[in-house]
C-alpha cells in the first residue's frame, strides 16, 4: 500500500472514477481518450503497475485493470452501435435511381459458370439431342416416393436415418432424383424419355470423395420394344459425348432395388487408355454409375400391365463427371466456392 | 470379402488365371476391387521339406541351435535361433538363394565361426502368420526335400470381391467357385456333406422358440477335444481371407463360414447349464455379456441363444463370454442354426455390434446350407483336434421348398434384345434345373430370384458382353428445354456477364421452417428459407483466402412452410458483390433486363441490408449488406426464380419505330429528397404520352443551389410522333404538360 500511495493515487475509486468518465463520453472519440488516460501507457494504473514488487498487489492491480479494460469495451461497442444506427439513419439513397446514379457500378472481369453447372448443361444438350426432356422434380419427397415405389425392401439400408436425411417420418431429401420418374410415369403413359437432374442427399461425412449433397442425372426410358441393348447403345453414345469419341464402355452385372436386371456402367480410362493408372485404380476402367431395366414392379406401381411396356433407367453423378473432366482431385472444392477455383472454368 | 486362391480353387477346377477369373466375376458375378499377391517372391523351388538330423548348442552361441537338416539331395548346416524343435523334427527350410516374406535373399554365411547354409522357417518368415517365437513344424509323414509349395501356401492370390447385398450366396467361396465354373465351363467338385463316424449318442437337448426368428438349429456335441493351434494351412488361409485365428475350434468354425456362407458357433459344454440350448426372444431385464467383453441389454426384439437360465449369446451375431470356447475346453456344443435376415439387422444395429456373422446373416443365408456347414466343421474338429464326435440335433420348422418360376425365352429376347437359344444350359449350370416350361430355382438363391425377369437376369450375366449396342427406335421425339429451363440459362449469362461466377452453397442452414430431426451438425439443421445467407458465408471464407473483386450468385432451391406435407420449394437466384447497392442493383437491372422485364422498385426492408440502401421488387429485394454482416461495403440480391420466369413475357411485339425526326431534351426537377426517381418518371410518362417516346433519369444533384432537403433530378426525354414531324408548338406543348403534371403532383419546379 507504501508503494502505491507514492504513485499518488486511490485503487479503491480508480474503478469507479474511470467508469464514470466513460459515462460523460458520447462518441467514440471520447471513449478512447477515456481509455487513453485511464489504461493507456502513462495512466496511474500502468505506472503503478510498472512499480509492483509484491505478487498480491500484483493481482489486485491486474483486477482493476481487467475491470477498467471491460468496462471501455461495453461502453465502447455501445457507442458505436450509436453511432452505427445514426449513420444508418443518414445514409438514405432512392434506391429506385438506375444502377450508374447509386454510385460507381465497378467494370468486372467476366464471371463463371460452376462446374457442375457446364457438366448439366452438357447432359441436357446430349439428352435433348436425343430426344429426351430434362426433368427436376422436388427435393424433400415421401418416404413412398423415395423408396416404396423404387422397391427398396424395407430392410434396405438406404432407409435408415443413418443413411438419409429425413425431415419428419414420412419425408426426407430425396436420396435420389428417381422420385421425379415414378411422378412422371403417374402423369404420363410411354412413351417416356427423360433425364432428371438435381440435387441428391445421403448422410455421409465429409472427405475427399464424400459430400452429403451431391447431384445427379438419371435418365429413364420406357416405351414399346426397349431392350439392354438399346441401353448399353445409349450409354455408350452418352458416355462417349461426356468424355470422348474414343471411350470405350462396359457393362458389370450389379444389384440395384428398381432395375432388373441390372448392370453398372465403366467407362476406359481417358487417362491411361486402359493400361492402368492412379485415376481408374489400375483397373483400366472407372465406374461411373449404375443402370438397368426398369423393374417391373414399377409398371405396378403405377397401375400399368408389368409387360405393357419394357424401359431402361440410369444414374450418373454431376460432380463425378466434373472431377473427372477436369482433373479436381477433391469434391469439396465444388463447394468451397473458392473463387481461385471457381474462375479456372 | 478376401478370397484365397489356393482356396478357391480346392472347389472349382479350371484352367483359368487368377485375372481371368477376377475379370469375369467383376462383368457377371460380384465386382472384384483388386488382386493381392501374397507370400514369398522368386525361386520356389528353394523352399523345401527339412528333416532335422542333429541339433545341438552353437558352440559359440548360448542362444543359437547349429542343426544338421535333410532336405532331400543334401544335408544342410544350418545355424537356427529357435529352440521349438530337435533331432528328428520336420521343418520348413529355405535354400540359398531363396527370397524370404521380407525380401532378403539367402545366401551361405558363417554366423558366430559356424557354416550357415539356409534357414529353418518361422511362419512370419513366409508371409504365413505373424508368429516369431518358434520355427513352424511340419507333419512328419512329409519326405524330405518335398516342395515346400506343395505342403505350404507359399504364394497366395487374394481376391478382393464385393458382392451386392442381394447374393448372399457369394459371401462364401464355395458360392464363387459355383460362378467360376459356371464361367468358365470349370468343374465345380460336389459339395462334402459327409460325416465322420459317431463315437457315442448323447442326446442334446436343442430348441426353437421362434421358428420365424430361427427356422433350423444344428448342434453337434464333441468330446475329448484338445484345443489347441490350428495347423499352418489352416491359419494361413483364415489370414489371407481376413480373419485372425485363435484356436483350432473357433478357427474351424469360421473356415467353414468363410467357405459355405453359414456362420457357426461352439460353445464349451460344460459352461451351458442344462445342459441344454434355445433358440428364443430376450426377456425384459435380460443381460448377456458378448464376446467382446461388453454387457448388452436385451429386449423382446433380440433373438437370443439361451441355456436353462440364461442368453448366452446374441444369435447369428456374437457369442457370450461365458459359454465361449477357451483352452480348457474339453466338450464342444457346435451351433451350425439358420437366423432370418431383418431380426439379425436390427439388433445388430440397435447393439452397433456388427460382425463376419450378422453381415452374412442380414443378407438372408440358405437353411439348407447349415448341414453342410456342420459336415464341415465336424470332419474338421475330429480331425485337427482328436475329438470324439458324440451327440447330434438337428431341429427345423417349414423350411422354404425351392419354388418353380416360369421362363419364356422370347421374354429373355425382348428384355435383352439378343437372342439366347443356350439359356436352358445357362441356368443349369448356376443350378436352376428345368422342370417343364420353368426352372426350379436352388436354394441357396430362393430370397434373390422369385419371378421370371429374376431368371432373365440370370440370363443376362452370362451374356452381359454379347448384348449390342443399339439405340431405341422411336415414332415420336420431344426433347427440348423448358420456358424455365431457356429462362434459367438466361439468368445465368446475365450475372456471368455482370461478373458474378457461381457458386454452389450447402441447402442446409442453422435454422429454418424445416428442421432436420437429426441434423448434420448445429449450422446445418434446417432447410434454408434464403440464399443470401449462404452466399456472404462464401463471400467471407473468400476475403478469409485474400481473393479480390468477389462477385458470388447461386441459382438454387429455397424450403418455406406450405402447410401441407412436403415444403414449397422455389427456385431462387441470389447474388453478393463487393462494392455497394449501385452493383446490386446492376446486376438486378441485368437479369431483369435479360428476362425481358422491368423491375417495379420501391423502399425495402430486408434485415440483411443497411435500412437506408435496402430495396424491394414484386420477385425479391437488393440493396447494400447491412454493415455488421461483412466488413466493408458489399451489394446483395436474392429474387424468386419462378416468379420471374412466371412473369417474363412469353414474348415480344414489335413496337413501331418513328420514322420522323424526334426532338431530344433534357429536362431538370428540383423536388423534395422523399420524391422517388421513378415515381417521377412514371409521371412524366404518362403525362408525355402519346408523343413521348422515351424518357430516362440521368442525373442526380444536391447543393446549395437546390436547397436544403430537396434534390435535382435530371431526365433524358425523347418527343416524336409516328404520323409526322412535331412543330415547336407540338413539342412545348408536351413539355408543358410533363412540368405541370409534375409541379401538380409532386410540387417539382422545372430548373432553368
Known amino acids: 500500500m507504501d508503494r502505491l500511495a507514492a504513485v499518488d493515487w486511490d485503487p479503491d475509486t480508480y474503478v469507479r472514477d474511470a467508469q464514470a468518465a466513460l459515462d460523460r463520453a458520447t462518441t467514440s472519440d471520447e471513449v478512447e481518450q477515456v481509455a487513453v488516460t485511464w489504461l493507456g501507457r502513462k495512466s496511474t494504473l500502468k505506472l503503478a503497475l510498472r512499480e509492483v514488487r509484491d505478487r498480491e498487489t500484483g493481482i489486485r492491480l491486474n483486477a482493476i485493470r481487467e475491470e477498467v479494460e471491460a468496462a471501455v469495451e461495453t461502453k465502447r461497442s455501445a457507442v458505436e452501435q450509436a453511432e452505427l444506427r445514426r449513420r444508418l439513419e443518414t445514409e438514405r439513397v432512392d434506391v429506385t435511381l438506375p444502377a450508374g446514379l447509386l454510385g460507381d457500378v465497378r467494370s468486372r472481369r467476366r464471371g463463371s459458370l460452376h462446374p457442375s453447372t457446364q457438366v448439366r448443361r452438357d447432359v441436357e444438350d446430349i439428352f435433348l439431342g436425343l430426344g429426351y426432356e430434362i426433368v427436376d422434380g422436388r427435393e424433400v419427397e415421401t418416404v413412398r416416393y423415395n423408396f416404396d415405389a423404387l422397391g427398396f425392401p424395407d430392410w434396405h439400408p438406404s432407409r435408415s436415418p443413418r443413411a438419409s436425411l429425413y425431415v419428419d417420418d414420412g419425408t426426407l431429401l430425396r436420396t435420389e432424383t428417381s422420385p421425379a420418374q415414378i411422378h412422371k410415369m403417374e402423369s404420363t403413359r410411354p412413351p417416356i424419355y427423360m433425364v432428371s437432374i438435381g440435387r441428391v442427399y445421403r448422410r455421409d461425412t465429409i472427405d475427399a470423395t464424400h459430400y452429403p449433397i451431391f447431384h445427379q442425372f438419371e435418365g429413364l426410358v420406357i416405351d414399346k420394344g426397349i431392350t439392354m441393348a438399346d441401353l448399353k447403345g445409349t450409354l455408350q453414345y452418352v458416355l462417349r459425348q461426356l468424355y470422348g469419341p474414343e471411350r470405350e464402355v462396359r457393362f458389370r452385372t450389379h444389384y440395384f432395388p428398381f432395375t432388373e436386371p441390372s448392370m453398372e456402367p465403366d467407362v476406359s480410362c481417358f487417362n491411361c487408355g486402359g493400361a492402368g493408372c492412379q485415376i481408374c485404380k489400375h483397373s483400366g476402367w ?17 397401375g400399368w400391365g408389368p409387360e405393357e411396356y419394357t424401359g431402361f433407367a440410369f444414374g450418373l453423378g454431376i460432380e463425378r463427371t466434373g472431377q473427372l473432366r477436369h482433373a479436381i482431385p477433391d469434391l469439396r472444392l465444388l463447394w468451397e466456392d473458392d473463387l481461385r477455383f471457381l474462375r479456372q472454368f | 470379402m478376401r478370397v484365397p486362391m489356393s482356396w478357391l480353387r480346392d472347389y472349382v477346377r479350371t484352367e483359368a488365371t487368377t485375372r481371368q477369373i477376377a475379370d469375369a466375376l467383376s462383368i457377371a458375378t460380384a465386382e472384384v476391387n483388386g488382386i493381392e499377391r501374397r507370400g514369398v517372391t522368386g525361386d520356389l523351388s528353394l523352399f523345401r521339406v527339412g528333416k532335422v538330423l542333429e541339433a545341438d548348442k552353437h558352440p559359440n552361441a548360448d542362444r543359437l541351435q547349429l542343426t544338421k537338416v535333410d532336405v532331400g539331395e543334401t544335408v544342410l548346416q ?16 529355405a535354400l540359398p538363394g531363396a527370397t524370404v516374406a521380407n525380401g532378403l535373399t539367402l545366401d551361405r554365411r558363417k554366423l558366430r565361426g559356424e557354416m550357415s547354409e ?12 505373424t508368429d516369431h517365437n518358434g520355427i513352424m513344424l511340419l507333419d512328419d509323414a512329409l519326405a524330405a526335400g518335398t516342395p515346400l509349395e506343395t505342403v505350404l501356401p507359399l504364394v497366395e492370390e487374394v481376391l478382393d470381391v464385393e458382392a451386392t ?8 467361396i464355395y458360392g464363387l467357385a459355383r460362378e467360376i465354373a459356371a464361367l468358365f465351363d470349370g468343374e465345380l467338385v460336389p459339395l462334402d456333406e459327409s460325416l465322420p463316424a459317431r463315437d457315442g449318442d448323447e442326446a442334446l437337448d436343442i430348441s426353437i422358440d421362434d421358428y420365424d426368428g430361427a427356422p433350423r438349429f444344428v448342434a453337434h456335441l464333441f468330446r475329448d477335444v484338445a484345443i489347441g493351434e490350428s495347423p499352418v494351412w489352416l491359419k494361413a488361409r483364415l489370414r489371407n481371407a481376413g480373419v485372425r485365428a485363435i484356436s483350432n475350434v473357433v478357427d474351424v468354425t469360421n473356415y467353414a463360414m468363410l467357405a459355405l456362407g453359414s456362420p457357426l458357433h461352439a460353445y464349451d459344454y460344460d459352461t451351458l447349464h442344462g445342459p441344454l440350448l434355445v433358440a428364443r426372444r430376450a426377456r425384459g431385464g435380460e443381460e448377456v455379456k458378448t464376446l467382446d467383453g461388453t454387457v448388452r441389454k436385451l429386449d423382446a426384439s433380440d433373438l437370443v441363444i439361451a441355456d436353462a437360465d440364461r442368453p448366452v449369446g446374441l444369435a447369428g451375431i456374437m457369442g457370450g463370454e461365458e459359454t465361449e470356447v477357451a483352452d480348457a475346453t474339453t466338450n464342444v456344443l457346435l451351433e451350425a442354426a439358420n437366423f432370418e435376415p431383418v431380426g439379425i439387422l436390427r439388433t445388430s444395429e440397435r447393439h452397433a455390434l456388427r460382425t463376419e456373422g450378422s453381415n452374412r446373416w442380414e443378407k438372408g443365408v440358405d437353411p439348407h446350407v447349415a448341414g453342410a456347414a456342420a459336415a464341415m466343421a465336424t470332419r474338421m474338429i475330429v480331425e485337427l483336434a482328436g475329438a470324439r464326435w458324440t451327440g447330434a440335433a438337428d431341429v427345423q420348422g417349414d423350411l422354404p421348398q425351392p419354388a418353380v418360376i416360369t421362363l419364356r425365352p422370347e421374354r429373355v429376347t425382348d428384355v435383352l434384345g439378343l437372342e439366347v437359344p443356350d439359356q436352358a444350359a445357362i441356368l443349369a449350370k448356376v443350378g436352376f434345373t428345368q422342370e417343364g416350361d420353368g426352372y426350379r430355382v436352388p ?15 440370370e440370363v443376362s450375366r452370362f451374356r452381359m458382353e454379347a448384348i449390342p449396342f443399339t439405340l431405341p427406335r422411336r415414332d415420336v421425339t420431344f426433347g427440348r428445354l423448358t420456358r424455365w429451363q431457356q429462362l434459367r440459362r438466361v439468368a445465368e449469362e446475365a450475372l456471368v456477364g455482370a461478373g458474378f461466377s457461381e457458386a454452389y452453397t450447402p441447402t442446409f442452414v442453422a435454422e429454418g421452417d424445416y428442421r432436420l430431426p437429426e441434423p448434420l451438425s448445429t449450422e446445418a439443421a434446417a432447410l434454408r428459407t434464403a440464399l443470401a445467407p449462404s452466399l456472404v458465408e462464401a463471400a467471407r471464407q473468400n ?5 479480390s473483386d468477389i462477385a458470388l450468385f447461386e441459382i438454387a432451391r429455397v424450403y418455406r412452410a406450405s402447410g401441407g406435407e412436403l415444403p414449397d420449394e422455389r427456385w431462387h437466384v441470389a447474388g453478393v458483390v463487393e462494392g455497394g447497392i449501385a452493383d446490386a442493383k446492376w446486376a438486378v437491372e441485368q437479369v431483369y433486363a435479360a428476362l425481358k422485364l422491368e423491375p417495379a422498385i420501391e423502399r425495402g426492408d430486408e434485415r440483411l441490408l443497411h435500412p437506408g440502401k435496402a430495396a424491394r421488387t414484386s420477385e425479391g429485394w437488393f440493396g447494400e449488406l447491412h454493415p455488421q454482416m461483412l466488413e466493408g461495403a458489399w451489394g446483395a440480391f436474392e429474387l424468386d426464380l419462378d416468379a420471374l420466369v412466371e412473369h417474363a413475357p412469353d414474348k415480344v411485339t414489335y413496337a413501331e419505330i418513328s420514322s420522323f425526326p424526334e426532338v431530344h431534351q433534357d429536362l431538370a426537377f428540383v423536388v423534395d429528397e422523399d420524391v422517388p426517381a421513378a415515381a ?27 436547397g436544403e432537403g430537396k434534390r435535382s433530378l435530371a431526365f433524358r426525354v425523347a418527343f416524336g410522333s409516328l404520323e409526322r414531324t412535331l412543330t415547336d408548338e407540338e413539342a412545348s406543348a408536351v413539355r408543358t404538360r410533363i412540368v405541370d403534371a409534375l409541379a401538380s403532383t409532386f410540387g417539382a419546379v422545372l430548373r432553368a
Open chain 2, 680 to 706: 417521377l418518371l412514371a409521371a412524366l410518362r404518362e403525362a408525355g404520352a402519346p408523343d413521348l417516346r422515351d424518357a430516362t433519369v440521368f442525373d442526380e444533384y444536391r447543393g446549395a443551389q437546390v
Open chain 2, 543 to 547: 476475403v478469409a483466402w485474400g481473393n
Open chain 2, 78 to 93: 544350418i545355424v537356427c535361433g529357435a529352440w521349438n524343435f530337435g533331432a528328428g523334427a520336420t521343418v520348413a527350410v
Open chain 2, 118 to 129: 539356409g534357414m529353418i522357417l518361422a511362419e512370419d518368415e513366409v508371409d504365413l502368420g
Open chain 2, 443 to 457: 436354394t441357396w438363391r430362393a430370397r434373390d430370384v422369385t419371378r421370371e425377369i429374376d431368371l432373365v437376369e
Open chain 2, 165 to 172: 447385398g442381394n447374393r448372399s450366396d457369394l459371401f462364401s
Open chain 1, 286 to 302: 472407372i465406374e461411373i454409375g449404375g443402370s438397368g431395366m426398369v423393374d417391373p414392379y414399377l409398371y405396378e406401381f403405377v
